[in-house]
């Protein structure tokens, strides 16, 4: 249970109680430091609890696949030592014409070169693997058998719990509000409920990143901007039916797949912003019926059960900014993962806590540099789901 109390102290303060924020301190803790971490609501409140389980290694530059592919067997180490679920079902990117089967090659081809097992497949090779999807117009597809899904809910929790294990402390219901900064260095926080000291502070708040900043007087430029993403869930349908994550670009840049319930979950590309309000749209409800029954007809047959909103955090190039801002000492940020944060949070944690601990990590964080939109050296694009 998330401890009540405030701590008069704490070394490292993590602002942020989502995934990211919960695994930096479970990271840390484990490796014996003090950390403490400062969340206004609850727990996975944010995004965290809000997003589609989707986990993949299917990018398209060398640092986003090496990141995924640690990732991925952090999953896989922590689901089966902390008892949450983590399947490798698979990610099944739908191909329709000559230009995005080239794309995808060159993407097959860097995943390949790091030892993440992507092929193309036959439209018919895919029907076998979904036998409900609709290939009349499906020319190729890529396929990775070890992408997957998680549980969001039940992974940050666990996360949660053993990070408090390992003597981290997490405290809800308490907003930063501000810093206390003397000479460029942290001195401690200020929240609604005290104060709280320390020397060194993580921004994990992804789509609040911006606001902290200004409260830390940060001059940087690191545009991180609030956007409105919808999802949707259906009732449950046979269990496997859709075991994978299916992904259209053509049809909406939709993303769908099962939950361990049944139901059939996702959305599309549909976004709004940027804002802060997180009410669904009619237009939202009517672009996910149209897109996914053109990947799967039978689900025409499907009810909705709900509709909900979370953000994406978006940066100019779909990636974080991970790392040290040198304006104040020690202040680091891992926020901005413009709708693939989940799926990166226990490699971010690696590489956060290696920052921090040992001022080095052998995870490329250059690409994720918080200084490269001020110096104008914006990255590839990374594939944005949704
Ligand atoms: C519809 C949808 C589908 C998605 N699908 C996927 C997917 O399939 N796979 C994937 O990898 N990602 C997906 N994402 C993105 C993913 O949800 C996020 O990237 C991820 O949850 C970010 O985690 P976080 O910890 O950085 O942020 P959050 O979970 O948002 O956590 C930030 C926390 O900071 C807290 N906070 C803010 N300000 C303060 C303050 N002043 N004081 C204290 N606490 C504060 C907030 O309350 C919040 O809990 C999806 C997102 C949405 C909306």
């Not at 994550?245 to 840049?253: A, C, D, P, Q």
């Not at 019926?289 to 039978?298: D, G, H, N, R, V």
Request: charged fraction near 25%; hydrophobic fraction near 40%.
């Amino acid at each position: 249970m998330p401890s009540k109390e405030l701590p008069e102290r704490s070394e490292i303060v993590i602002i942020g109680g989502g995934i990211i924020g919960v695994t930096i301190a479970h990271e840390l803790a484990k490796r014996g430091e003090e950390v403490t971490v400062i969340e206004k609501r609850f727990i996975g409140s944010g995004s965290t609890f809000r997003c589609g389980t989707g986990i993949r290694q299917q990018f398209n530059d060398e640092s986003n696949v090496q990141v995924m592919k640690r990732s991925v067997e952090l999953w896989k180490k922590y689901s089966e030592e902390y008892g949450f679920s983590f399947e490798q079902t698979g990610y099944l990117f739908l191909l329709y014409d000559d230009d995005e089967v080239e794309e995808f090659k060159r993407n097959i081809a860097i995943q390949n070169r790091f030892g993440v097992p992507t092929r193309l497949i036959t439209p018919e090779e895919a029907k076998d693997i979904v036998p409900l999807l609709d290939i009349s117009e499906v020319i190729a597809a890529s396929w990775n058998p070890t992408d997957g899904k998680a549980d969001p809910f039940h992974s940050t929790a666990k996360f949660a719990l053993n990070a408090e294990r390992f003597g981290a402390k997490l405290v809800e219901y308490t907003e930063v509000k501000d810093f206390l900064i003397e000479n460029g260095e942290i001195k401690g926080l200020k929240t609604n409920r005290g104060v709280i000291r320390t020397g060194t502070v993580i921004n994990a708040t992804n789509a609040w990143a911006k606001l902290i900043n200004a409260m830390a007087g940060i001059k940087t430029k690191i545009p991180i901007e609030p956007y409105k993403h919808q999802a949707v869930i259906t009732q449950p349908i046979k269990k496997g039916s859709i075991n994978p994550m299916v992904i259209s670009f053509k049809y909406g840049h939709a993303y769908l797949t099962q939950t361990a319930h049944g139901g059939v979950v996702g959305g599309v590309g549909y976004e709004l912003g940027p804002t802060y309000d997180l009410s669904p749209t009619y237009e939202f409800l009517r672009e996910v019926s149209y897109y996914f029954t053109k990947i799967i007809p039978a689900l025409r047959e499907l009810l909705i059960l709900r509709t909900w909103a979370g953000y994406y955090a978006k940066t100019p190039d779909s990636n974080a900014a991970i790392g040290k801002i040198e304006e104040l000492s020690d202040y680091y940020i891992a926020a901005g993962f413009s709708g693939h944060g989940f799926m990166m949070a226990p490699a971010v944690a690696e590489m956060v806590a290696d920052l921090v601990t040992k001022g080095r990590t052998d995870l490329p964080a250059a690409w994720y540099d918080p200084y490269r939109f001020e110096r104008g050296e914006l990255r590839t694009t990374a594939i944005q789901m949704g």
